[in-house]
């Protein structure tokens, strides 16, 4: 069955310190793996979209990076401002069909909490 | 720049009753997608629509129905409202290829009692 667990499952800094989220997942075969954010109440806006040949890849402040070997990717925030206190969520799309949707599966995500 | 919009924002419904959630997207993307949202899960997919006049099953699509409408609007009924059905529902959308993002919309609050 394809899983994606994300950890931790909540994680407090404090405002201006970096932090890393990890996604790994078991899904198979793989197509992409995509990162979003949901502020409260919202729903979740791209970060970052990353095929199985991209190892790293930027979006200001935010990087992540994804090792397709292992089944493991990471989000890395720099520099954390009270905004970035949100969940994020790690999604895993497979091989198979022309949406991105009918073959994803969704990680249950990270709250992160930025406090002054 | 209106994305994906919802209506209603938030609903409240007794057992048994019926409602339609409505989405539409102003991005000219063909496919479009419903998901609910409980605590603690990650977003389930309910049904998805790959182009106008199509539609497929997602991972949890019994109590539900969708229509296509045409390319701009995507429904999702409830024929007879449960509490099991409690969530946060989300409509997004997206050009249709595989490596393009989702837009999502603000979801809906839906509380059966």
């Known amino acids: 069955k394809n899983q994606v667990e994300q950890s931790p499952q909540s994680l407090i800094i404090l405002e201006g310190k970096n932090c890393t989220l990890q996604?790994?997942?078991?899904?198979?075969?793989?197509?992409?793996l995509r990162w979003y954010k949901q502020d409260t109440g919202r729903g979740p806006v791209s970060l970052t979209i990353?095929?199985?040949?991209?190892n790293t890849k930027s979006n200001g402040r935010y990087t992540a990076t994804l090792d397709a070997d292992t089944k493991q990717s990471s989000l890395h925030i720099t520099a954390s401002q009270l905004s970035d206190s949100a969940s994020y969520i790690c999604?895993?799309?497979?091989?198979?069909?022309?949406?991105?949707?009918?073959?994803?599966?969704f990680g249950d995500g990270t709250t992160l909490t930025v406090k002054p | 720049n209106a994305g994906v919009t919802q209506t209603p924002k938030f609903q409240v419904l007794k057992t048994g009753q019926s409602m339609t959630l409505q989405c539409a997207q102003d991005?000219?993307?063909?496919?479009m997608y419903w998901y609910r949202q409980d605590p603690g899960m990650g977003l389930r997919l309910i049904y998805y629509?790959?182009?106008?006049?199509?539609?497929d099953k997602g991972e949890v699509p019994n109590g539900y129905n969708v229509s296509r409408l045409n390319k701009r609007e995507f429904s999702l009924r409830l024929e007879s409202a449960a509490p099991s059905q409690t969530s946060v529902y989300f409509c997004?959308?997206?050009?249709?290829?595989?490596?393009?993002?989702?837009?999502f919309g603000q979801g809906t609050r839906l509380t059966v009692v």
């Open positions: 999604v895993v799309r497979a091989w198979g069909g022309n949406t991105n949707a009918g073959k994803s599966t």
């Open positions: 996604c790994n997942y078991t899904v198979s075969p793989f197509s992409n």
């Open positions: 629509s790959a182009s106008e006049g199509t539609t």
């Open positions: 990353m095929t199985f040949s991209e």
């Open positions: 991005m000219n993307h063909n496919s």
């Open positions: 997004a959308s997206s050009e249709g290829t595989r490596n393009t993002e989702a837009f």
